[in-house]
């Protein structure tokens, strides 16, 4: 079983729409969590830490079960630029290494 | 601020022979890994330094090696390189182990 699995997607969704990932982890110990966002051909940039009691960042929510091992990321009226792939992340090993999901593919369209 | 830079951008090798990678962290952070990402993946670790000690290290072959300067900066070395490669090697750095990490521009390798 892979430590952090994701749903590949592609999701098309249309300007305006809402939009949710969601990523399960199997590692119990897992510390840390994170939504990355990657570009076509480039590196992946830090879009939001995790936190238990949920978290918000503009149009961007990120939710976590600890008890489920469930993170969540929804994305609130989605814009042509939020068109990337979106990678869930897990900490675990107190820091040594960010164990990355295949990342789920968004594509925004007009 | 500058971010994580890494160097070369591209690069193009033959089956056995060695390679370098560098990157240079975020100014004030001590801690650097190193990724692989093949097409279609998320990043694989590889290795990471703290201080200038390998804190951490993945499932990947001997013919990998690195090392963090006293400046914080660090080289990936690959021996005996093999088709499989192939892939995109990201760098990231972070202010200490377990918080985000903030990636470099990554360098391509691609091994014929």
């Known amino acids: 079983r892979k430590e952090v699995e994701q749903d590949p997607g592609p999701f098309n969704v249309p300007e305006g729409a809402t939009v949710a990932f969601n990523c399960t982890y199997s590692n119990s110990a897992s510390q840390s969590f994170f939504w990355y966002r990657q570009d076509c051909r480039k590196e992946p940039k830090l879009l939001m830490s995790v936190y238990s009691s949920g978290n918000e960042d503009g149009r961007f929510t990120a939710q976590l079960n600890r008890a489920s091992q469930y993170i969540s990321l929804l994305i609130r009226d989605s814009k042509l630029s939020d068109s990337a792939t979106y990678l869930c992340?897990?900490?675990?090993?107190?820091?040594?290494?960010?164990?990355f999901g295949k990342g789920t593919s968004l594509l925004v369209t007009p | 601020d500058a971010g994580v830079t890494q160097s070369p951008t591209h690069l193009i090798k033959t089956r056995g022979q060695h390679v370098t990678l560098r990157c240079s962290p975020i100014s004030g952070h001590k801690s650097v890994s190193w990724y692989q990402q093949v097409l279609g993946q998320g990043p694989q670790f590889i290795f990471q330094y703290y201080e200038k000690e390998e804190r951490g290290r993945g499932n990947f072959p001997d013919r990998f090696s690195a090392r963090q300067f006293p400046n914080y900066s660090s080289e990936l070395n690959v021996n005996a390189l093999l088709l499989g490669d192939s892939a995109l090697y990201l760098c990231?750095?972070?202010?200490?182990?377990?918080?985000?990490?903030?990636f470099g521009p990554g360098t391509r390798l691609t091994v014929t």
């Open positions: 990231a750095s972070s202010p200490r182990t377990g918080e985000g990490q903030y």
């Open positions: 992340v897990v900490n675990v090993n107190s820091g040594y290494a960010l164990n």
